[in-house]
């Protein structure tokens, strides 16, 4: 007995920093390439630089649209470990080859699409190791990493390239990459229980049972969970789009300097990580988990705004605390989406969330570069000293407003989410619950022991 204690509580058992580690230094590869990818791109695509990118963009999200839901329904049946392998690989694959081919590079980034969707795979992962009530903040502890990556890897990339060239900054970050590989192949234990496996129970698996599209259909019925979906898309929409050109935008148009460009993001990127771990953790305990949504989505109307009509770099500045705030949507939604749907569909449901957010990494900059363009607003020529009333005649941000707009529609369609998640297609968890496989007769839930259940916090109060 004492032996099968310490096998069940020994370091073999899944936990959320093995999450943690997979996503930081994954994005912390990626970050790293900030600088080099940028000159990459204008030295391959000198005369249309923003719209290739937009195109790049543009087919791995639809890519990712496309292929998340499958990957995270399959990841339900085969377990998450062999799937989370396979998005790291394929994600971290093109990094090599941005000095060897800059055209292989940006190939395989539109194809790598397919399985860039690490997210999807994790958020699963973490739900089967934890109890509802620690989801949000194992989720927004886990968002806070993604966050930490990307505020110190960019300056340590831009660093390393001033100081020794663009190729040891691509040496490091496939040495990262490899690392990242690495620990997922050998340290990452596999979180879904074995009982929760279907190829686990000793019979063939049919396509019926591997069909990701029965799921999805089953869930696609579920009004809570498409609410949350459409809620995801018109809020997501322009922060993909901000992200691929708001850099830019203060530089070029709000004249920030590079050192300013660098302290906004270590600025936005400490404050995001305290909102998705303390912030959002008080907030879960005091207003619940649709509210915090709903603020989340109030502080990035507030922020989006501000963005529009800003032409003052100290606007910027506080604009910049106030998007910080709204990074806690991300977590709680994944929170609120794991907390209705069924152990057994947790990858399905978050591979439907990070397809649409996917889609999204693909619509957004192609929206905001439109606007831009529209409104006569050139990101990619040297800065220029503008009349006040020139100023005065031309809203300084107008795709920043635009976006605004589809949060507005975000909040209105978030509202109607209902609070206590009631199923009629038993997706939900508070119907405990199971339907039957294919030759499997059940009939009742799978029980699940302690062991499979990390406890996030010791601490009783929460």
Request: glycine fraction near 8%.
């Amino acid at each position: 007995m004492l032996d099968k204690y310490i096998r069940q509580r020994g370091d073999g058992r899944a936990k959320v920093t093995h999450a943690v580690v997979v996503i930081f230094l994954e994005f912390f590869a990626w970050g790293l390439l900030t600088t080099p990818m940028l000159t990459v791109l204008r030295e391959t695509f000198p005369q249309h630089t923003f719209l290739m990118n937009g195109l790049i963009q543009g087919v791995k999200g639809f890519l990712s649209f496309m292929s998340a839901p499958l990957i995270g329904a399959l990841s339900d049946i085969w377990g998450r470990k062999s799937f989370l392998l396979l998005t790291v690989f394929f994600t971290c694959a093109p990094i090599p080859l941005m000095r060897i081919s800059p055209w292989c590079f940006f190939a395989l980034v539109s194809v790598s699409g397919l399985f860039s969707v690490t997210f999807s795979v994790l958020f699963a992962y973490v739900a089967d190791i934890t109890e509802e009530q620690e989801r949000s903040t194992a989720y927004g502890l886990v968002s806070a990493t993604f966050a930490a990556s990307l505020v110190t890897s960019p300056a340590i990339g831009a660093f390393v390239s001033v100081k020794y060239g663009d190729s040891l900054v691509v040496l490091l970050a496939t040495i990262i990459a490899v690392l990242d590989i690495l620990f997922v192949l050998l340290v990452v234990p596999e979180s879904l229980p074995e009982k929760m496996r279907l190829s686990s129970l000793g019979f063939p698996i049919s396509w019926e049972q591997a069909d990701p599209f029965a799921s999805l259909r089953k869930v696609g019925k579920d009004s809570t969970v498409l609410l949350i979906c459409v809620t995801v898309f018109l809020s997501y929409l322009p922060e993909a789009g901000q992200y691929s050109s708001f850099f830019l935008y203060l530089g070029q148009v709000i004249n920030f300097s590079s050192e300013a460009i660098a302290g906004f993001i270590a600025m936005v990127g400490i404050l995001s990580i305290g909102a998705q771990t303390l912030l959002l953790r008080v907030l879960m305990r005091k207003i619940g988990n649709k509210n915090t949504v709903l603020l989340g989505l109030g502080f990035q109307l507030f922020q989006l705004a501000w963005y529009g009509f800003g032409s003052e770099p100290w606007m910027m500045w506080a604009a910049g605390a106030i998007a910080a705030l709204s990074s806690i949507s991300f977590p709680a939604v994944s929170t609120l989406v794991s907390s209705c749907t069924d152990r057994d569909q947790q990858g399905a449901v978050q591979g439907m969330v990070t397809g649409i957010r996917g889609l999204c990494n693909g619509l957004g900059p192609a929206m905001f570069g439109f606007i831009f363009f529209l409104f006569n607003v050139e990101l990619l020529e040297p800065n220029h000293v503008t009349s006040d009333t020139e100023k005065k005649s031309v809203i300084p941000g107008p795709p920043f407003l635009f976006g605004a707009c589809t949060v507005v529609l975000a909040l209105l369609v978030a509202v109607f989410i209902p609070t206590q998640h009631t199923s009629e297609v038993k997706t939900c968890s508070t119907r405990v619950t199971t339907e039957p496989v294919i030759g499997i007769p059940v009939t009742s839930s799978v029980p699940v022991s302690d062991e499979d259940n990390e406890p996030l916090l010791q601490d009783s109060s929460l």
